[in-house]
């Protein structure tokens, strides 16, 4: 004789018997429902949900290389600290990007970054379309260095792809590019 304590009502046991009852039966929705109504109002998904998944994946160019999110700090946090700047650093097999966003007022922001290694690159910051960044993306090309700014960044949701200035040999290099943050 099979023990079957552990079988769901409606489903068979190991010897292929059903059970008399259906699952899910009228108790088995109701509590269900109770559960699925307890998760949105303690834990709802983000009102941006569908957006920040738009634009994760609305990507031109399909061969890229995704980097990690490594660290991100928060700096000046404090009761006293007059600036906000937080340090974040992304990095995959073939570079590391370290940016610096600095709050600069009036829902604005300062990105210092520096790609290791150092080398003159495309630099693109995609933006969310939003009232502050209207959609718009910014290139710029990054120092002998590896060093690059974004002046008067909207605060919302952007993202890095950094590209080689050209290809050797042509040899495709894949776009780099940073999962999305929330500036």
């Known amino acids: 004789m099979t023990d079957n304590r552990d079988t769901p009502a409606g489903a068979s046991d190991p010897n292929g018997a059903q059970d008399a009852g259906q699952w899910p039966d009228d108790v088995d929705r109701a509590i269900l ?3 699925r109504d307890t998760y949105v109002l303690t834990d709802p998904p983000p009102a941006e949900l569908d957006e920040r998944v738009q634009f994760a994946v609305a ?16 700096i000046g946090s404090g009761a006293r600290g007059e600036d906000r700047t937080r340090t974040i650093t992304f990095d995959c ?17 300062r990105l210092d970054g520096w790609l290791a290694p150092a080398a003159r690159r495309l630099v693109e910051l995609r933006a969310a379309d939003t009232s502050v960044n209207h959609g718009v993306s910014r290139v710029v090309t990054s120092e002998d260095t ?13 993202q890095l792809l950094v590209r080689p200035l050209e290809q050797i040999d042509d040899v495709p290099v894949p776009t780099v590019v940073t999962p999305s943050l929330l500036l």
């Open 59 to 74: 990507l031109e160019n399909i061969d890229v290389e995704v980097a990690r999110l490594q660290e991100d700090l928060l």
């Open 33 to 35: 429902g109770q559960l």
């Open 146 to 158: 590896g060093r690059f700014v974004f002046e008067d960044v909207g605060h919302g949701l952007v």
């Open 93 to 109: 097999d073939r570079l590391t990007i370290m940016i610096t966003i600095v709050d600069v007022g009036d829902d604005r922001a």
